[in-house]
């Protein structure tokens, strides 16, 4: 639970450095919107990799480097939301994935 932890606050130090440093309020609603954002833009990339969309010049390799960046924010951000709500994540992943991994140790 402790590298969970950690991971959290450090994400929350980046999160709340950015909004201070471009005026953003970081309100209940904002948690979850940035997460719908994200999911957004891992959509998108996902879309122009897959050749269902324009891919702008980008090569596959440059994709997935975008696509592996997406995701980064998006995991960012649902750590961001849980921990803003107090959702506890360790019994939740046990109850609906039935395994602690080891992140939780």
Same mark, same amino acid.
């Given at each position: 639970?402790?590298?969970?932890?950690?991971? @959290?606050?450090? #994400?929350?130090?980046?999160? @709340?450095?950015?909004?201070?440093?471009?005026?953003?309020?970081?309100?209940?609603?904002? #948690?979850?919107?940035?997460?719908?954002?994200?999911?957004?833009?891992? @959509?998108?990339?996902?879309?122009?990799? @897959?050749?269902?969309?324009?891919?702008?010049? $980008?090569?596959?390799?440059?994709?997935?480097?975008?696509?592996?960046?997406?995701?980064?924010?998006?995991?960012?951000? /649902?750590?961001? #939301?849980?921990?803003?709500?107090? /959702?506890?994540?360790?019994?939740?992943? $046990?109850? $609906?994935?039935? #395994?602690?991994?080891? /992140?939780?140790?």
């Amino acid at each position: 639970m402790k590298a969970l932890v950690a991971l @959290t606050a450090q #994400f929350e130090m980046a999160s @709340t450095a950015y909004a201070d440093a471009n005026g953003i309020t970081r309100n209940d609603d904002w #948690f979850i919107l940035k997460m719908q954002e994200e999911l957004g833009e891992l @959509t998108q990339v996902w879309i122009k990799l @897959t050749a269902r969309g324009r891919k702008r010049g $980008k090569s596959d390799d440059e994709l997935r480097h975008d696509l592996a960046d997406e995701a980064a924010d998006l995991l960012g951000h /649902i750590l961001l #939301f849980a921990n803003r709500n107090d /959702i506890a994540l360790a019994p939740a992943i $046990k109850r $609906k994935w039935r #395994f602690e991994p080891d /992140i939780f140790n």
